[in-house]
């Protein structure tokens, strides 16, 4: 992957713009070019657009969309910029916050109205960070479906994406303008496509392993549960052109990949009162705080798992994802009538899963401050039948990245803009703050179809512009 300057380069085959990735982020960022009546290719290194879009739950946050307001609830991008800050404690670009935030709405509601992207209003729990209810997610709440509603919104708008594509390095002439792309196809190919303007879209490094032990050595020894294509390119190009770098050792971890299965046992059930247990049946931290800096305390732990204890209540709440049933097919989920039998199915000591369910229970009545500052006052207390689940921590995809402004472009070490280079989603810098602590469900769907939007509404206006 490199830059490879030549001022005189010229192409026989040119489009005004190439998105690299067919993820969330490419896809909204190519439908947005093709509105503003501008050509568009989209490169794709696998058979078919996927990303990381598609292992995500598919949600994306919003604030004051017509579906909250529809359902009585009072949002703002005030205050979704308020809990940006709070979450990332006030150390992340709050121009880039705010601007996300009043275009939130905007993202969901063009999804349904432009391009009939069933997206539905998340109100049965909060997540962490957010104030507000303000998720929205397909019918089935997967990243998967959402994909297959972009890819089909995208094949009706008559974009064109190129896949078991490679791009392996970019051409730039010596103002650092992009003049084209070198892809490599699958069957040894060799082509070179000429643009205008280019949107990087191509994922974040979570799954380079050599740039995780550089930037964030602390989650090296997670597992990896993310898309093959997170490799870094775009950070790498855009450090030969000179951009700016922010957050790089930001990421989105996950403390509840259920162990040995590959599915992620989302946060709702611990949000509502589960809690997690390590094999010796304590507890080891508030689990509250997110999912994301969950992930390296559950590394931490023995044999670096964790068990989530919860009951029927919040087994039926679970029901309504996917993910979940994917757990329950593959036999990740344990149940049990009695504290001892599920002792027994859990190999761990009854004594202490007695004692932690006890204590727990005693917070929950207000008669026990809890040694990590969790509050479980307005939840109910767990009852029979139990459940459990054995998770480990996981790293889902990194946040950090090139710097941008509100329209996506790109900037240089000194804030400038590059003279025609795009980047969202896991290729430019998120709104997670410097570390795992920051990130908030839905941060990085927000910054691949938000950023993607803006990305591809500028790209063609650049290009409108100096035409």
Same mark, same amino acid.
């Given at each position: 992957m490199?830059?490879i300057?030549?001022?005189?380069?010229?192409?026989?085959?040119?489009?005004?713009?190439?998105?690299?990735?067919a993820?969330?982020?490419?896809?909204?960022?190519?439908?947005?070019?093709?509105e503003?009546?501008t050509?568009v290719?989209?490169? @794709?290194?696998?058979?078919t657009?996927?990303?990381? &879009?598609?292992?995500?739950?598919?949600?994306?946050?919003?604030?004051? %969309?017509?579906l909250?307001?529809?359902?009585?609830? /009072?949002?703002s991008?005030?205050t979704f910029?308020?809990?940006?800050?709070?979450?990332?404690?006030? @150390?992340t670009?709050?121009n880039i916050?705010?601007?996300?935030?009043r275009?939130?709405s905007? =993202?969901?509601?063009?999804?349904?109205?432009?391009?009939?992207?069933?997206?539905?209003?998340?109100?049965?729990?909060?997540?962490?960070?957010?104030s507000?209810?303000?998720m929205?997610? &397909?019918?089935?709440r997967?990243?998967?479906?959402?994909?297959?509603?972009?890819?089909?919104?995208?094949?009706?708008?008559?974009?064109?994406?190129? &896949?078991?594509?490679l791009?392996t390095?970019?051409y730039?002439?010596?103002?650092?303008?992009?003049?084209?792309?070198?892809?490599?196809?699958?069957?040894?190919?060799?082509?070179?496509?000429?643009?205008?303007?280019?949107?990087?879209?191509?994922c974040?490094?979570?799954g380079?392993?050599?740039?995780?032990e550089?930037?964030m050595?602390?989650?090296?020894? /997670?597992?990896?549960?993310?898309?093959p294509?997170n490799?870094?390119?775009?950070?790498?190009?855009?450090?030969?052109?000179? /951009?700016?770098? #922010?957050?790089?050792?930001?990421?989105?971890?996950?403390?509840?990949l259920?162990?040995?299965r590959?599915?992620?046992?989302?946060?709702?059930?611990?949000?509502?009162g589960?809690? *997690?247990?390590?094999?010796?049946?304590?507890?080891?931290?508030? @689990?509250?705080?997110?999912?994301?800096? *969950?992930a390296?305390?559950?590394?931490?732990q023995?044999? +670096?798992?964790?068990?989530?204890?919860f009951?029927?209540r919040?087994?039926?709440?679970?029901?309504e994802f996917?993910?979940?049933?994917?757990a329950?097919?593959a036999?990740?989920i344990?149940?049990?009538?009695?504290? =001892?039998?599920?002792? *027994?199915?859990?190999?761990?000591?009854?004594?202490?899963?007695r @004692?932690?369910?006890?204590?727990?229970?005693?917070?929950?009545?207000?008669?026990?401050?809890?040694?990590?500052?969790?509050?479980?006052?307005?939840?109910?207390?767990?009852?029979?039948?139990?459940?459990?689940?054995?998770?480990?921590?996981a790293?889902?995809? %990194? *946040?950090?990245?090139?710097?941008?402004?509100?329209?996506?472009?790109?900037?240089?070490?000194?804030?400038?803009?590059?003279?025609n280079i795009?980047?969202?989603?896991?290729?430019?810098?998120?709104?997670?703050?410097p570390?795992?602590?920051?990130?908030? #469900?839905?941060?990085?769907?927000?910054?691949?179809?938000?950023?993607?939007?803006?990305?591809?509404?500028? /790209?063609? +206006?650049?290009?409108?512009k100096?035409?």
């Amino acid at each position: 992957m490199s830059i490879i300057f030549d001022d005189h380069k010229q192409f026989e085959y040119s489009i005004p713009v190439i998105v690299i990735g067919a993820g969330g982020c490419g896809l909204c960022a190519a439908l947005a070019v093709k509105e503003n009546n501008t050509d568009v290719l989209v490169i @794709e290194r696998d058979p078919t657009p996927l990303g990381t &879009t598609a292992m995500s739950t598919g949600l994306i946050p919003g604030a004051n %969309t017509r579906l909250q307001r529809e359902a009585g609830i /009072a949002d703002s991008p005030e205050t979704f910029a308020n809990d940006i800050m709070k979450k990332t404690k006030g @150390e992340t670009d709050p121009n880039i916050a705010i601007c996300l935030a009043r275009e939130s709405s905007k =993202t969901v509601e063009w999804l349904i109205d432009e391009y009939q992207i069933p997206l539905s209003l998340v109100d049965s729990f909060l997540y962490p960070g957010h104030s507000l209810m303000r998720m929205h997610g &397909t019918p089935n709440r997967t990243g998967s479906e959402l994909m297959g509603a972009l890819c089909r919104a995208a094949e009706k708008s008559e974009i064109d994406i190129l &896949t078991n594509a490679l791009v392996t390095d970019l051409y730039s002439d010596s103002t650092k303008r992009i003049l084209g792309v070198r892809v490599l196809r699958s069957d040894g190919e060799i082509e070179e496509v000429g643009c205008d303007a280019l949107i990087l879209a191509c994922c974040g490094f979570a799954g380079n392993p050599e740039m995780i032990e550089e930037y964030m050595p602390q989650i090296k020894d /997670a597992e990896f549960f993310g898309h093959p294509g997170n490799k870094g390119d775009a950070i790498i190009w855009g450090k030969s052109l000179g /951009a700016g770098l #922010a957050d790089i050792s930001a990421y989105q971890g996950h403390g509840g990949l259920a162990a040995g299965r590959g599915v992620p046992i989302l946060w709702p059930m611990i949000m509502e009162g589960a809690f *997690q247990v390590n094999k010796n049946g304590r507890r080891f931290s508030d @689990e509250s705080k997110g999912y994301s800096e *969950q992930a390296v305390e559950v590394v931490s732990q023995p044999d +670096k798992i964790a068990w989530n204890i919860f009951d029927e209540r919040l087994h039926s709440l679970m029901m309504e994802f996917e993910d979940y049933h994917n757990a329950i097919e593959a036999k990740a989920i344990v149940n049990a009538e009695t504290i =001892t039998e599920l002792s *027994q199915l859990t190999n761990i000591d009854e004594s202490a899963l007695r @004692e932690v369910i006890k204590e727990v229970e005693e917070m929950v009545e207000g008669k026990r401050e809890d040694d990590f500052g969790r509050d479980f006052t307005g939840k109910p207390k767990l009852s029979s039948p139990y459940y459990a689940v054995k998770v480990t921590g996981a790293l889902f995809h %990194t *946040q950090g990245g090139l710097v941008v402004n509100e329209d996506a472009r790109v900037l240089d070490k000194q804030g400038n803009t590059l003279p025609n280079i795009f980047a969202g989603g896991g290729s430019a810098r998120g709104i997670s703050g410097p570390s795992d602590w920051g990130y908030m #469900a839905g941060n990085g769907l927000l910054t691949a179809t938000t950023f993607g939007r803006l990305a591809g509404t500028a /790209a063609a +206006k650049l290009i409108e512009k100096f035409n």
